[in-house]
């Protein structure tokens, strides 16, 4: 399958700061990507969908100031956590959506997670 | 909007035994159905997926079935093995868009 990169895998930070993590695909251009959020023992949650060269759509009670999305380039998001704090502790997770009809598919990255202390 | 329902939360099976997880969905526009695998600490890992024009997909020891009247799918690996165990999760979308409405995941456990 395609392969999508993502970095860190894991983090750990003092409350206050700010986090980037970054999502790339390797073989494929990805028009669009999605970020993910997942606490332990559940489903994924999505937090918001990212388009190259356009503003992110964020999903219901995902609050946009707090996580910084952007996607400058066919194969690279980035997701900012800003001002993170304990209840940011979590693992987050993207995917790029391959397309080419009867071959489009969404691929996830790895997951980083993110402790906030 | 869409919804999934996944089942069972749980799976213990025998090793060498087969597997069968099932989800059923409510939009019957939805046409793409994936399935994807996930270990500890990882990312999903995309194992198989259909659309709506077709009724079974085979991938070696795993296949999905497609019951769009029922709008139910299922997941079967059969021949288990210990690397089998995992969170299995389905998901469904509408359109074109892929923005995948996710089941709640079963943990698949392989016992030797």
């Known amino acids: 399958g395609a392969v999508v990169s993502q970095h860190p895998s894991w983090v750990i930070c003092k409350s206050g700061t700010s986090v980037k993590i970054e999502c790339r695909s390797l073989?494929?251009?990805?028009?669009?990507m999605f970020w993910y959020r997942q606490f332990p023992k559940q489903s994924l949650m999505l937090m918001a969908t990212s388009n190259e060269g356009s503003k992110a759509t964020y999903e219901q009670g995902v609050e946009k100031d707090k996580f910084l999305i952007n996607h400058a380039s066919l194969t690279l998001s980035t997701l900012t956590v800003t001002s993170a704090h304990p209840e940011d502790s979590s693992f987050y997770i993207c995917?790029?959506?391959?397309?080419?009809?009867?071959?489009?598919?969404?691929?996830f990255g790895s997951g980083t997670q993110l402790s906030v202390l | 909007g869409e919804n999934v329902e996944q089942h069972p939360s749980t799976l213990s099976v025998q090793e060498g035994d087969s597997a069968v997880i099932k989800c059923t969905y409510s939009d019957s526009a939805s046409n793409y159905f994936p399935w994807y695998k996930q270990e500890l600490g990882k990312g999903p890992q995309l194992i198989i997926d259909i659309r709506s024009n077709v009724g079974e997909k085979k991938d070696q020891r795993i296949a999905v079935t497609l019951n769009k009247t029922a709008k139910h799918f299922s997941l079967h690996i059969t021949e288990t093995q210990p690397e089998d165990s995992a969170v299995y999760f389905c998901?469904?979308?509408?359109?074109?868009?892929?923005?995948?409405?996710w089941g709640a995941g079963t943990k698949l456990i392989i016992k030797p």
């Open positions: 995917s790029a959506r391959r397309t080419g009809g009867s071959n489009e598919k969404l691929f």
């Open positions: 998901a469904a979308s509408v359109g074109s868009n892929y923005q995948l409405i």
């Open positions: 073989d494929f251009q990805a028009t669009t």
